[in-house]
Protein backbone atom coordinates (compact mmCIF):
# COMPACT_ATOMS: atom_id res chain seq x y z
CA UNK A 1 0.00 0.00 0.00
CA UNK A 2 1.66 3.19 -1.33
CA UNK A 3 -1.32 5.67 -2.44
CA UNK A 4 -0.80 9.06 -0.64
CA UNK A 5 -3.76 8.65 1.64
CA UNK A 6 -2.19 5.40 3.53
CA UNK A 7 1.31 7.15 3.35
CA UNK A 8 -0.35 10.54 5.16
CA UNK A 9 -1.81 8.11 7.50
CA UNK A 10 1.43 6.47 8.13
CA UNK A 11 3.49 9.61 8.74
CA UNK A 12 0.75 11.05 10.87
CA UNK A 13 0.77 8.34 13.23
CA UNK A 14 4.13 6.81 13.58
CA UNK A 15 6.85 9.00 14.88
CA UNK A 16 9.16 6.23 16.23
CA UNK A 17 10.97 4.16 13.63
CA UNK A 18 12.75 0.95 14.12
CA UNK A 19 15.49 1.01 11.24
CA UNK A 20 16.49 -2.58 10.67
CA UNK A 21 19.96 -3.45 9.06
CA UNK A 22 21.36 0.36 9.79
CA UNK A 23 24.40 0.83 8.74
CA UNK A 24 27.20 3.49 10.38
CA UNK A 25 28.75 4.02 7.20
CA UNK A 26 27.71 7.91 6.24
CA UNK A 27 27.40 7.09 2.66
CA UNK A 28 24.97 4.27 3.01
CA UNK A 29 21.23 4.74 1.51
CA UNK A 30 20.45 3.11 5.30
CA UNK A 31 21.88 5.99 6.94
CA UNK A 32 21.01 8.28 4.79
CA UNK A 33 17.17 7.66 5.47
CA UNK A 34 17.90 7.29 9.29
CA UNK A 35 19.51 10.91 9.78
CA UNK A 36 16.80 12.67 7.35
CA UNK A 37 14.11 10.70 9.84
CA UNK A 38 15.80 12.23 13.06
CA UNK A 39 16.35 15.51 10.83
CA UNK A 40 12.26 15.34 10.04
CA UNK A 41 11.23 14.85 14.13
CA UNK A 42 11.35 11.25 13.79
CA UNK A 43 12.37 9.17 16.94
CA UNK A 44 15.02 6.52 15.10
CA UNK A 45 15.88 2.96 17.31
CA UNK A 46 19.09 1.51 14.80
CA UNK A 47 18.41 -2.24 14.65
CA UNK A 48 22.25 -4.13 13.87
CA UNK A 49 23.70 -6.20 15.85
CA UNK A 50 27.63 -5.00 14.60
CA UNK A 51 27.01 -1.77 16.28
CA UNK A 52 26.71 -0.35 19.88
CA UNK A 53 25.17 3.05 18.88
CA UNK A 54 24.62 4.74 15.46
CA UNK A 55 23.24 8.71 14.97
CA UNK A 56 23.65 8.96 19.01
CA UNK A 57 21.23 6.51 19.22
CA UNK A 58 21.70 3.24 20.93
CA UNK A 59 21.38 0.46 18.55
CA UNK A 60 19.89 -3.10 19.70
CA UNK A 61 20.91 -6.72 18.51
CA UNK A 62 16.65 -7.75 17.19
CA UNK A 63 13.12 -6.03 17.73
CA UNK A 64 12.82 -8.17 20.47
CA UNK A 65 14.85 -6.53 22.38
CA UNK A 66 13.88 -2.61 22.11
CA UNK A 67 12.18 -1.92 25.45
CA UNK A 68 10.09 0.89 23.71
CA UNK A 69 6.79 1.04 22.21
CA UNK A 70 7.50 0.87 18.07
CA UNK A 71 5.56 2.33 15.29
CA UNK A 72 7.09 1.54 12.19
CA UNK A 73 10.11 -0.97 11.31
CA UNK A 74 12.06 -0.35 8.38
CA UNK A 75 14.05 -2.82 7.03
CA UNK A 76 17.23 -2.25 4.86
CA UNK A 77 17.65 -6.05 4.38
CA UNK A 78 18.09 -8.48 1.63
CA UNK A 79 14.85 -9.67 0.50
CA UNK A 80 15.52 -13.32 1.63
CA UNK A 81 16.30 -12.35 5.20
CA UNK A 82 12.43 -10.50 5.80
CA UNK A 83 10.40 -13.16 7.01
CA UNK A 84 11.79 -14.00 10.49
CA UNK A 85 12.02 -9.54 10.54
CA UNK A 86 7.81 -9.56 9.85
CA UNK A 87 7.64 -12.42 12.51
CA UNK A 88 9.11 -9.78 15.06
CA UNK A 89 7.42 -6.70 13.95
CA UNK A 90 4.36 -8.51 14.54
CA UNK A 91 5.73 -9.92 17.87
CA UNK A 92 6.75 -6.56 19.35
CA UNK A 93 3.56 -4.68 18.26
CA UNK A 94 4.34 -2.49 15.40
CA UNK A 95 2.03 -0.93 13.22
CA UNK A 96 3.65 -0.65 10.32
CA UNK A 97 6.22 -2.88 8.62
CA UNK A 98 7.95 -1.25 5.43
CA UNK A 99 10.42 -2.66 2.93
CA UNK A 100 13.10 -0.36 1.23
CA UNK A 101 13.49 0.62 -2.31
CA UNK A 102 14.40 -2.70 -4.08
CA UNK A 103 12.99 -5.09 -1.46
CA UNK A 104 9.68 -7.39 -1.76
CA UNK A 105 9.41 -10.50 -0.12
CA UNK A 106 5.69 -11.77 -0.83
CA UNK A 107 5.98 -14.21 2.18
CA UNK A 108 7.07 -11.44 4.64
CA UNK A 109 4.54 -8.60 3.60
CA UNK A 110 2.04 -10.98 4.10
CA UNK A 111 2.99 -12.47 7.54
CA UNK A 112 2.71 -8.49 8.64
CA UNK A 113 -0.85 -7.77 5.96
CA UNK A 114 -2.15 -10.66 8.04
CA UNK A 115 -1.50 -9.56 11.45
CA UNK A 116 -3.20 -5.83 10.71
CA UNK A 117 0.53 -4.20 9.95
CA UNK A 118 0.43 -1.56 6.81
CA UNK A 119 2.84 -2.68 4.24
CA UNK A 120 4.53 -0.88 2.23
CA UNK A 121 7.19 -2.51 -0.26
CA UNK A 122 9.66 -1.75 -2.33
CA UNK A 123 9.42 2.08 -1.48
CA UNK A 124 12.09 4.41 0.55
CA UNK A 125 10.63 5.96 3.54
CA UNK A 126 12.62 9.17 3.13
CA UNK A 127 11.54 9.74 -0.69
CA UNK A 128 8.13 8.87 0.29
CA UNK A 129 8.25 11.73 3.09
CA UNK A 130 10.01 14.26 0.77
CA UNK A 131 7.11 13.52 -1.50
CA UNK A 132 4.42 14.34 0.24
CA UNK A 133 5.49 16.78 2.35
CA UNK A 134 8.04 18.86 0.14
CA UNK A 135 11.73 17.88 -0.53
CA UNK A 136 11.40 15.51 -3.46
CA UNK A 137 9.58 17.94 -5.73
CA UNK A 138 12.95 20.13 -5.83
CA UNK A 139 14.93 17.40 -7.37
CA UNK A 140 12.26 17.15 -10.58
CA UNK A 141 10.40 13.84 -9.33
CA UNK A 142 7.09 13.15 -10.39
CA UNK A 143 5.64 13.16 -6.94
CA UNK A 144 1.95 12.64 -8.39
CA UNK A 145 0.92 15.29 -5.59
CA UNK A 146 -1.72 17.78 -6.87
CA UNK A 147 -3.63 19.69 -4.62
CA UNK A 148 -4.69 23.94 -4.40
CA UNK A 149 -3.71 23.75 -0.78
CA UNK A 150 -1.00 24.98 0.84
CA UNK A 151 1.62 21.62 2.09
CA UNK A 152 0.17 20.86 5.65
CA UNK A 153 3.59 19.83 6.71
CA UNK A 154 6.55 21.86 6.14
CA UNK A 155 9.59 20.23 5.73
CA UNK A 156 12.76 21.39 7.96
CA UNK B 1 -6.78 2.26 -2.76
CA UNK B 2 -4.75 3.77 -5.41
CA UNK B 3 -4.73 7.37 -6.18
CA UNK B 4 -6.85 9.10 -8.79
CA UNK B 5 -5.09 9.31 -12.12
CA UNK B 6 -5.28 12.98 -13.59
CA UNK B 7 -5.78 13.86 -17.32
CA UNK B 8 -2.93 15.14 -19.52
CA UNK B 9 -5.10 18.96 -19.60
CA UNK B 10 -4.79 19.03 -15.42
CA UNK B 11 -1.47 17.65 -15.31
CA UNK B 12 -0.28 20.95 -17.57
CA UNK B 13 -1.97 23.23 -15.24
CA UNK B 14 -1.48 21.81 -11.62
CA UNK B 15 2.02 18.77 -11.88
CA UNK B 16 5.34 20.11 -10.03
CA UNK B 17 3.61 23.04 -8.25
CA UNK B 18 1.26 23.48 -5.15
CA UNK B 19 0.58 27.06 -3.37
CA UNK B 20 3.75 28.30 -2.13
CA UNK B 21 4.04 27.53 1.86
CA UNK B 22 4.90 30.58 2.75
CA UNK B 23 3.04 33.43 0.88
CA UNK B 24 0.14 30.98 -0.52
CA UNK B 25 0.81 32.39 -4.21
CA UNK B 26 -0.88 30.27 -6.52
CA UNK B 27 1.10 30.92 -9.46
CA UNK B 28 4.69 29.63 -9.24
CA UNK B 29 7.03 31.95 -7.46
CA UNK B 30 10.22 32.64 -9.75
CA UNK B 31 13.36 32.45 -7.25
CA UNK B 32 15.31 34.25 -8.73
CA UNK B 33 18.73 33.66 -6.50
CA UNK B 34 21.67 31.91 -7.11
CA UNK B 35 22.10 30.52 -3.43
CA UNK B 36 20.00 29.08 -0.51
CA UNK B 37 21.01 29.60 3.12
CA UNK B 38 21.94 26.43 5.47
CA UNK B 39 20.13 25.95 8.61
CA UNK B 40 23.54 25.27 10.17
CA UNK B 41 26.65 23.05 9.49
CA UNK B 42 25.29 19.98 9.71
CA UNK B 43 22.43 20.70 7.31
CA UNK B 44 25.10 22.07 4.95
CA UNK B 45 27.13 18.73 5.14
CA UNK B 46 23.70 16.97 4.82
CA UNK B 47 22.66 18.66 1.54
CA UNK B 48 25.62 17.85 0.48
CA UNK B 49 26.03 14.64 0.77
CA UNK B 50 22.43 14.46 -0.62
CA UNK B 51 21.23 12.82 2.76
CA UNK B 52 18.04 15.76 2.83
CA UNK B 53 16.15 17.18 0.18
CA UNK B 54 16.88 20.77 -0.29
CA UNK B 55 18.42 23.47 -2.59
CA UNK B 56 22.25 24.77 -2.49
CA UNK B 57 22.90 26.40 -5.90
CA UNK B 58 21.01 27.00 -8.60
CA UNK B 59 23.25 25.26 -11.17
CA UNK B 60 22.16 22.13 -9.26
CA UNK B 61 18.50 22.68 -8.76
CA UNK B 62 15.99 25.92 -8.20
CA UNK B 63 12.65 25.58 -6.71
CA UNK B 64 10.90 27.25 -10.10
CA UNK B 65 13.32 25.11 -12.53
CA UNK B 66 11.94 22.21 -10.49
CA UNK B 67 8.52 22.86 -11.10
CA UNK B 68 9.50 22.65 -14.86
CA UNK B 69 10.94 19.48 -14.26
CA UNK B 70 8.27 18.07 -12.64
CA UNK B 71 5.52 19.08 -14.63
CA UNK B 72 7.16 17.64 -18.00
CA UNK B 73 7.98 14.40 -15.95
CA UNK B 74 4.48 14.25 -14.93
CA UNK B 75 3.43 15.07 -18.73
CA UNK B 76 5.45 12.61 -20.56
CA UNK B 77 4.08 9.79 -17.90
CA UNK B 78 7.96 9.54 -16.61
CA UNK B 79 9.07 9.16 -13.05
CA UNK B 80 12.16 12.45 -13.48
CA UNK B 81 13.28 14.99 -15.12
CA UNK B 82 16.03 17.89 -15.22
CA UNK B 83 16.05 20.90 -16.93
CA UNK B 84 18.82 22.53 -18.67
CA UNK B 85 19.47 25.61 -20.46
CA UNK B 86 18.65 24.95 -24.16
CA UNK B 87 17.79 21.23 -25.65
CA UNK B 88 20.88 21.12 -27.34
CA UNK B 89 22.43 20.81 -23.34
CA UNK B 90 19.79 18.67 -22.50
CA UNK B 91 20.72 16.02 -25.03
CA UNK B 92 24.01 16.51 -24.18
CA UNK B 93 24.00 16.51 -20.42
CA UNK B 94 21.35 13.07 -21.28
CA UNK B 95 24.33 11.29 -23.24
CA UNK B 96 27.35 12.34 -20.78
CA UNK B 97 25.59 11.21 -17.98
CA UNK B 98 26.25 7.18 -18.61
CA UNK B 99 28.57 7.45 -22.24
CA UNK B 100 32.60 7.82 -21.70
CA UNK B 101 35.97 7.26 -24.39
CA UNK B 102 35.06 3.98 -26.20
CA UNK B 103 31.29 3.63 -25.99
CA UNK B 104 29.30 3.73 -28.87
CA UNK B 105 25.84 5.10 -29.71
CA UNK B 106 23.71 4.04 -32.80
CA UNK B 107 21.88 7.16 -34.25
CA UNK B 108 19.29 7.73 -36.95
CA UNK B 109 20.93 9.76 -39.88
CA UNK B 110 17.43 12.22 -40.05
CA UNK B 111 18.53 13.93 -36.93
CA UNK B 112 18.11 17.55 -36.75
CA UNK B 113 21.53 19.23 -37.83
CA UNK B 114 22.79 20.38 -34.28
CA UNK B 115 21.77 17.18 -33.05
CA UNK B 116 24.01 15.13 -35.59
CA UNK B 117 27.03 17.42 -35.55
CA UNK B 118 26.80 16.86 -32.00
CA UNK B 119 26.81 13.63 -31.87
CA UNK B 120 28.64 13.13 -34.80
CA UNK B 121 32.12 15.48 -34.21
CA UNK B 122 31.51 16.84 -30.85
CA UNK B 123 31.45 13.48 -28.94
CA UNK B 124 33.74 12.26 -30.97
CA UNK B 125 36.17 13.98 -30.42
CA UNK B 126 35.74 12.94 -26.87
CA UNK B 127 36.40 9.19 -27.72
CA UNK B 128 32.39 8.07 -28.46
CA UNK B 129 31.39 6.44 -31.90
CA UNK B 130 27.83 7.23 -33.48
CA UNK B 131 26.96 4.69 -35.82
CA UNK B 132 24.37 6.38 -38.51
CA UNK B 133 21.81 4.26 -39.41
CA UNK B 134 18.26 4.43 -42.00
CA UNK B 135 15.77 4.92 -39.01
CA UNK B 136 12.86 3.80 -41.20
CA UNK B 137 13.73 0.36 -40.94
CA UNK B 138 13.66 -0.89 -37.39
CA UNK B 139 16.38 -3.29 -37.76
CA UNK B 140 18.93 -1.11 -38.77
CA UNK B 141 19.23 -0.31 -34.87
CA UNK B 142 19.58 -3.88 -33.80
CA UNK B 143 22.43 -4.90 -36.62
CA UNK B 144 24.58 -1.78 -35.58
CA UNK B 145 24.24 -2.55 -31.65
CA UNK B 146 27.98 -4.16 -30.08
CA UNK B 147 29.12 -4.16 -26.56
CA UNK B 148 29.87 -1.23 -26.22
CA UNK B 149 26.62 0.08 -27.29
CA UNK B 150 25.11 2.29 -24.30
CA UNK B 151 22.23 4.58 -26.33
CA UNK B 152 19.72 4.50 -28.98
CA UNK B 153 18.79 7.69 -30.12
CA UNK B 154 16.42 9.04 -32.39
CA UNK B 155 13.61 11.57 -33.03
CA UNK B 156 9.33 10.73 -32.97
CA UNK B 157 9.36 12.96 -36.16
CA UNK B 158 12.83 13.84 -37.65
CA UNK B 159 13.33 17.08 -38.51
CA UNK B 160 13.29 18.23 -41.58
CA UNK B 161 12.63 15.04 -43.32
CA UNK B 162 9.41 14.43 -40.65
CA UNK B 163 10.02 10.51 -40.90
CA UNK B 164 7.70 9.19 -37.97
CA UNK B 165 9.59 6.27 -35.84
CA UNK B 166 8.32 2.89 -35.51
CA UNK B 167 8.65 3.32 -31.94
CA UNK B 168 6.77 0.20 -30.39
CA UNK B 169 9.49 -1.78 -32.81
CA UNK B 170 12.90 0.07 -31.85
CA UNK B 171 12.12 0.45 -28.21
CA UNK B 172 11.69 -3.87 -28.19
CA UNK B 173 15.00 -3.75 -30.07
CA UNK B 174 16.93 -1.38 -27.41
CA UNK B 175 14.85 -3.70 -24.95
CA UNK B 176 15.86 -6.77 -25.60
CA UNK B 177 19.44 -5.92 -25.98
CA UNK B 178 19.33 -3.78 -22.55
CA UNK B 179 20.22 -0.74 -24.62
CA UNK B 180 18.51 2.27 -23.09
CA UNK B 181 16.53 4.36 -26.00
CA UNK B 182 16.82 8.17 -25.72
CA UNK B 183 13.75 9.95 -27.92
CA UNK B 184 13.56 13.49 -28.90
CA UNK B 185 10.11 14.10 -28.71
CA UNK B 186 10.00 17.56 -29.70
CA UNK B 187 8.13 17.86 -32.63
CA UNK B 188 5.34 15.57 -31.71
CA UNK B 189 5.55 17.05 -27.10
CA UNK B 190 3.91 14.62 -24.83
CA UNK B 191 0.03 16.13 -26.41
CA UNK B 192 0.65 14.15 -29.38
CA UNK B 193 3.01 11.03 -28.46
CA UNK B 194 4.70 9.82 -25.32
CA UNK B 195 7.44 7.43 -25.65
CA UNK B 196 7.52 5.98 -22.63
CA UNK B 197 3.68 4.06 -23.66
CA UNK B 198 6.06 2.03 -25.67
CA UNK B 199 9.20 1.52 -24.00
CA UNK B 200 11.54 4.19 -24.23
CA UNK B 201 14.03 4.91 -21.58
CA UNK B 202 14.91 8.56 -21.53
CA UNK B 203 13.38 11.68 -23.70
CA UNK B 204 14.43 14.57 -24.35
CA UNK B 205 13.03 17.83 -25.66
CA UNK B 206 14.12 21.17 -27.08
CA UNK B 207 11.53 23.44 -24.49
CA UNK B 208 12.20 26.22 -26.83
CA UNK B 209 9.98 24.77 -28.90
CA UNK B 210 6.20 24.24 -28.67
CA UNK B 211 6.45 23.37 -25.03
CA UNK B 212 7.51 27.00 -24.74
CA UNK B 213 5.30 27.63 -27.22
CA UNK B 214 5.56 31.47 -27.71
CA UNK B 215 9.26 32.17 -29.18
CA UNK B 216 9.97 33.96 -25.93
CA UNK B 217 12.99 31.28 -24.28
CA UNK B 218 15.29 28.59 -24.49
CA UNK B 219 15.36 25.72 -22.65
CA UNK B 220 15.84 21.95 -22.57
CA UNK B 221 14.83 18.65 -20.32
CA UNK B 222 15.61 15.24 -19.90
CA UNK B 223 13.06 12.79 -18.56
CA UNK B 224 13.80 9.06 -17.03
CA UNK B 225 11.04 6.44 -17.47
CA UNK B 226 11.78 5.00 -14.10
CA UNK B 227 11.56 1.38 -15.73
CA UNK B 228 14.80 1.54 -17.26
CA UNK B 229 17.11 -1.69 -15.38
CA UNK B 230 20.17 0.61 -14.88
CA UNK B 231 21.63 -2.55 -13.14
CA UNK B 232 21.99 -4.45 -16.30
CA UNK B 233 25.18 -4.61 -17.01
CA UNK B 234 26.36 -2.50 -19.12
CA UNK B 235 26.01 0.81 -17.35
CA UNK B 236 28.81 0.59 -14.40
CA UNK B 237 28.62 4.48 -13.95
CA UNK B 238 25.04 3.86 -12.57
CA UNK B 239 25.62 1.29 -10.47
CA UNK B 240 29.58 1.69 -9.33
CA UNK B 241 31.11 4.99 -6.88
CA UNK B 242 30.87 7.74 -8.64
CA UNK B 243 33.89 9.39 -8.92
CA UNK B 244 31.76 12.37 -9.87
CA UNK B 245 29.51 12.80 -6.74
CA UNK B 246 31.34 11.43 -3.28
CA UNK B 247 31.46 7.77 -4.15
CA UNK B 248 27.15 7.72 -3.97
CA UNK B 249 25.90 4.77 -6.14
CA UNK B 250 23.37 6.74 -8.16
CA UNK B 251 20.79 3.60 -9.06
CA UNK B 252 21.14 2.28 -5.70
CA UNK B 253 20.60 5.01 -3.66
CA UNK B 254 17.79 6.66 -5.64
CA UNK B 255 15.81 4.13 -7.75
CA UNK B 256 14.36 4.79 -10.46
CA UNK B 257 14.89 8.55 -10.16
CA UNK B 258 19.08 7.83 -10.47
CA UNK B 259 19.66 8.52 -13.67
CA UNK B 260 18.44 11.87 -12.89
CA UNK B 261 19.84 12.58 -9.62
CA UNK B 262 23.30 11.32 -11.12
CA UNK B 263 22.54 13.99 -14.43
CA UNK B 264 22.00 16.36 -11.95
CA UNK B 265 24.75 16.24 -9.75
CA UNK B 266 27.41 15.35 -12.07
CA UNK B 267 26.94 16.54 -15.87
CA UNK B 268 24.80 19.74 -14.22
CA UNK B 269 27.62 20.45 -11.58
CA UNK B 270 30.32 20.01 -13.98
CA UNK B 271 28.82 21.27 -17.28
CA UNK B 272 26.70 23.89 -15.63
CA UNK B 273 24.11 24.81 -18.38
CA UNK B 274 21.43 25.31 -15.57
CA UNK B 275 17.97 26.91 -17.36
CA UNK B 276 17.53 30.58 -15.90
CA UNK B 277 14.37 30.55 -13.48
CA UNK B 278 12.89 33.39 -15.32
CA UNK B 279 13.14 30.90 -18.69
CA UNK B 280 11.19 28.36 -16.40
CA UNK B 281 8.43 30.53 -15.63
CA UNK B 282 7.97 31.43 -18.93
CA UNK B 283 8.37 27.46 -20.14
CA UNK B 284 5.22 26.91 -17.71
CA UNK B 285 3.34 29.63 -18.75
CA UNK B 286 3.41 27.87 -22.21
CA UNK B 287 2.75 24.10 -21.12
CA UNK B 288 -0.56 25.20 -19.21
CA UNK B 289 -1.93 25.36 -22.54
CA UNK B 290 -0.14 23.19 -24.49
CA UNK B 291 -3.16 20.98 -25.52
CA UNK B 292 -5.40 24.00 -26.69
CA UNK B 293 -2.34 25.27 -28.58
CA UNK B 294 -1.09 21.57 -30.03
CA UNK B 295 -5.17 20.96 -30.83
CA UNK B 296 -4.74 24.28 -33.57
CA UNK B 297 -1.67 23.85 -34.68
CA UNK B 298 -2.12 20.21 -35.94
CA UNK B 299 -5.62 21.49 -37.52
CA UNK B 300 -3.83 24.67 -39.26
CA UNK B 301 -1.32 22.38 -40.30
CA UNK B 302 -3.41 19.93 -41.96
CA UNK B 303 -5.29 22.69 -43.56
CA UNK B 304 -2.16 23.96 -44.95
CA UNK B 305 -0.71 20.72 -46.15
CA UNK B 306 -4.55 19.82 -48.00
CA UNK B 307 -4.23 23.41 -49.83
CA UNK B 308 -0.80 22.77 -50.75
CA UNK B 309 -1.35 19.51 -52.34
CA UNK B 310 -3.40 20.39 -54.95
CA UNK B 311 -1.64 23.80 -55.61
CA UNK B 312 -0.55 23.94 -58.72
CA UNK B 313 2.62 26.12 -57.72
CA UNK B 314 4.03 23.52 -55.31
CA UNK B 315 5.90 19.66 -56.79
CA UNK B 316 4.91 17.84 -53.33
CA UNK B 317 4.10 18.17 -50.01
CA UNK B 318 5.74 16.48 -46.93
CA UNK B 319 3.38 15.96 -44.06
CA UNK B 320 2.92 12.42 -42.09
CA UNK B 321 -0.68 13.84 -41.60
CA UNK B 322 -1.75 13.55 -45.64
CA UNK B 323 -2.69 10.25 -46.55
CA UNK B 324 0.19 10.31 -49.34
CA UNK B 325 2.42 10.25 -47.00
CA UNK B 326 4.62 6.80 -46.20
CA UNK B 327 4.64 7.69 -42.85
CA UNK B 328 0.62 8.13 -42.69
CA UNK B 329 0.09 4.48 -41.40
CA UNK B 330 3.23 5.14 -38.43
CA UNK B 331 1.41 8.68 -37.73
CA UNK B 332 -2.14 7.19 -37.65
CA UNK B 333 -0.88 4.91 -35.01
CA UNK B 334 2.11 7.26 -33.17
CA UNK B 335 0.20 10.47 -33.69
CA UNK B 336 -3.26 9.95 -33.77
CA UNK B 337 -4.37 13.00 -32.28
CA UNK B 338 -2.50 15.29 -34.85
CA UNK B 339 1.09 14.71 -37.00
CA UNK B 340 2.43 18.00 -35.65
CA UNK B 341 2.89 21.68 -36.52
CA UNK B 342 5.38 21.20 -39.62
CA UNK B 343 5.71 20.35 -42.91
CA UNK B 344 7.55 20.74 -45.90
CA UNK B 345 6.80 21.36 -49.30
CA UNK B 346 8.87 21.76 -52.58
CA UNK B 347 8.14 24.78 -54.54
CA UNK B 348 7.31 24.96 -58.69
CA UNK B 349 10.71 26.81 -59.76
CA UNK B 350 13.14 25.42 -57.45
CA UNK B 351 15.83 27.82 -55.54
CA UNK B 352 15.30 30.90 -56.94
CA UNK B 353 11.78 30.80 -56.19
CA UNK B 354 12.12 29.29 -52.87
CA UNK B 355 14.10 32.39 -51.62
CA UNK B 356 11.13 34.67 -53.95
CA UNK B 357 8.47 33.09 -51.64
CA UNK B 358 10.54 33.51 -48.11
CA UNK B 359 11.09 36.81 -49.51
CA UNK B 360 7.11 37.50 -49.97
CA UNK B 361 5.44 36.51 -46.97
CA UNK B 362 3.39 39.25 -45.88
CA UNK B 363 3.44 38.05 -41.83
CA UNK B 364 4.93 34.91 -41.89
CA UNK B 365 8.21 35.17 -40.14
CA UNK B 366 11.48 34.09 -41.80
CA UNK B 367 13.31 32.65 -39.28
CA UNK B 368 15.24 29.35 -37.84
CA UNK B 369 13.32 28.11 -35.25
CA UNK B 370 9.67 25.83 -34.97
CA UNK B 371 6.81 25.91 -32.16
CA UNK B 372 6.25 29.52 -32.00
CA UNK B 373 2.36 30.40 -31.34
CA UNK B 374 2.88 32.70 -35.20
CA UNK B 375 3.64 30.83 -38.53
CA UNK B 376 7.29 30.46 -39.32
CA UNK B 377 8.93 29.73 -42.74
CA UNK B 378 12.40 29.00 -43.74
CA UNK B 379 14.08 27.97 -47.14
CA UNK B 380 16.74 26.08 -45.90
CA UNK B 381 18.60 25.95 -49.65
CA UNK B 382 19.68 29.72 -50.03
CA UNK B 383 19.53 29.96 -45.95
CA UNK B 384 20.92 27.20 -43.29
CA UNK B 385 22.10 24.97 -45.82
CA UNK B 386 23.60 27.50 -48.38
CA UNK B 387 27.00 26.94 -47.81
CA UNK B 388 26.50 22.95 -49.26
CA UNK B 389 26.86 21.82 -52.46
CA UNK B 390 23.95 20.55 -54.31
CA UNK B 391 25.00 17.39 -53.39
CA UNK B 392 25.70 18.15 -49.92
CA UNK B 393 22.37 19.48 -49.77
CA UNK B 394 20.50 16.04 -51.37
CA UNK B 395 22.10 13.69 -48.59
CA UNK B 396 21.11 16.21 -45.54
CA UNK B 397 17.31 15.44 -47.58
CA UNK B 398 17.13 19.43 -48.13
CA UNK B 399 16.48 19.58 -51.97
CA UNK B 400 16.59 22.89 -53.60
CA UNK B 401 13.21 23.54 -53.88
CA UNK B 402 12.18 22.65 -50.15
CA UNK B 403 10.26 24.88 -47.60
CA UNK B 404 9.54 24.33 -44.34
CA UNK B 405 6.64 25.57 -42.32
CA UNK B 406 5.64 25.97 -39.19
CA UNK B 407 2.20 26.34 -39.20
CA UNK B 408 1.26 28.55 -35.97
CA UNK B 409 -2.02 29.74 -34.62
CA UNK B 410 -3.45 32.68 -36.98
CA UNK B 411 -7.01 32.63 -38.69
CA UNK B 412 -6.27 29.76 -41.03
CA UNK B 413 -7.87 32.24 -44.18
CA UNK B 414 -4.80 34.47 -43.38
CA UNK B 415 -2.33 32.13 -43.58
CA UNK B 416 -3.54 30.18 -46.54
CA UNK B 417 -3.81 33.57 -48.31
CA UNK B 418 0.07 35.02 -47.33
CA UNK B 419 0.85 31.42 -48.43
CA UNK B 420 -0.59 32.06 -51.57
CA UNK B 421 0.50 35.68 -52.25
CA UNK B 422 3.85 34.62 -52.18
CA UNK B 423 3.72 31.13 -54.17
CA UNK B 424 2.06 33.79 -57.12
CA UNK B 425 4.95 36.52 -56.43
CA UNK B 426 7.59 33.91 -56.39
CA UNK B 427 6.00 32.14 -59.72
CA UNK B 428 6.88 35.91 -61.36
Redesign the interface.
Same mark, same amino acid.
Given at each position: ?S????LREIFARGRTVAVVGLSAD @??R?S??AA??LK?HGFRVIPVNPRYPEILGERCYRSLRDIPDPIDIVDVFRKAADCVPIAEEAVEVGARVFWLQ &??VTNPQAEAIAAGAGLTVVANR?IK?EY?RLF?? &?? @??????????????SM &??? | #? +??HE?GFD? !?CL?? *?Q??? $?AT?S?AAPIYQTTSFVF?SPD?AA +?LF? !???? *??VYSRL +?N?TV??L %??RL $??IER??? $???AATGIAAQAVALLNVLEQGDEIVAARTLYGGTLTQLDVTLRKMGIATHFIDSDNPENFARAITAKTKILYAETIANPSLNVLDLAAVAKIANDAGVALCVDNTFATPWGCRPFDYGAALVVHSATKFLGGHGTSMGGVVIESGKFPWDNGRYPAMTEPSAGY???RFY %??? *?D?GF? #?KC?MECMRTLGPALAPFNAFLLLQGIETLPLRMERHCANALAVARHLEGHPRVRWVNYPGLPSSRYHDLALRYLPRGAGAVLTFGIEGGASAGAKFIESVEFLSHLANIGDAKTLVIHPASTTHRQLSDEQQRAAGVSADLVRISVGLESIEDILWDIDKALDKAAS
Amino acid at each position: MSDIRTLREIFARGRTVAVVGLSAD @WFRPSYFAAKYLKEHGFRVIPVNPRYPEILGERCYRSLRDIPDPIDIVDVFRKAADCVPIAEEAVEVGARVFWLQ &LGVTNPQAEAIAAGAGLTVVANRCIKIEYARLFGG &LN @WCGVNTGVISSHRPSM &LPR | #M +SDHEFGFDT !LCLHA *GQVPD $AATGSRAAPIYQTTSFVFDSPDHAA +SLFN !LQTF *GNVYSRL +SNPTVAVL %EERL $AAIERGRA $AVAAATGIAAQAVALLNVLEQGDEIVAARTLYGGTLTQLDVTLRKMGIATHFIDSDNPENFARAITAKTKILYAETIANPSLNVLDLAAVAKIANDAGVALCVDNTFATPWGCRPFDYGAALVVHSATKFLGGHGTSMGGVVIESGKFPWDNGRYPAMTEPSAGYHGIRFY %ETF *GDFGFT #MKCRMECMRTLGPALAPFNAFLLLQGIETLPLRMERHCANALAVARHLEGHPRVRWVNYPGLPSSRYHDLALRYLPRGAGAVLTFGIEGGASAGAKFIESVEFLSHLANIGDAKTLVIHPASTTHRQLSDEQQRAAGVSADLVRISVGLESIEDILWDIDKALDKAAS
